[in-house]
């Protein structure tokens, strides 16, 4: 297989052009969705900042357990091939020198991050946000235009 119809290749370039993703949380067996920014790493681990006091941060605290889905296309409509990314892992509030590293990597993919968020603030927890890190246990790429007989591709990281 050459390194453009590697899964893990296709989902790192899907990973970089992609903005959004959709996080699902849970708490006491109800689950919850939102949408956030997101930046990620070598290493496919995923990277959003927001507020402590929202719901999914909470429900990040007491319960580390995620999911979540990324839709990278233009949507047109029913029968269009699609692409698209799900994955589960953990995720967890960054803290200490750490902050300076998933702050970095963030500000590197959305650069008006230094204006809105100060990394001292963030560092000292003065600021009312937090950058969380997702640690994907599994992703799938789900691409019927690279591998449209078998569109499931199970990548873990």
Known sequence: ?????????????????AKAMQLATS??????????????????????ISKRARRHSTEITDNPKVAGAIVNIKLEGLGQKVRGVTFQGTAKEVTGLEIVKAYRIYGRKWKNTLKLYDLKELVKRVSKSSIYKITPSLFVLFDEVNFPGQPRQEIRP
């Open 1 to 17: 297989m050459n390194d453009e119809m590697d899964p893990k290749v296709l989902l790192k370039k899907y990973l970089d052009t």
């Open 27 to 48: 708490n006491k067996n109800q689950p919850w969705v939102c949408t956030v920014w997101f930046a990620h790493d070598k290493e496919l681990n995923l990277y959003f």
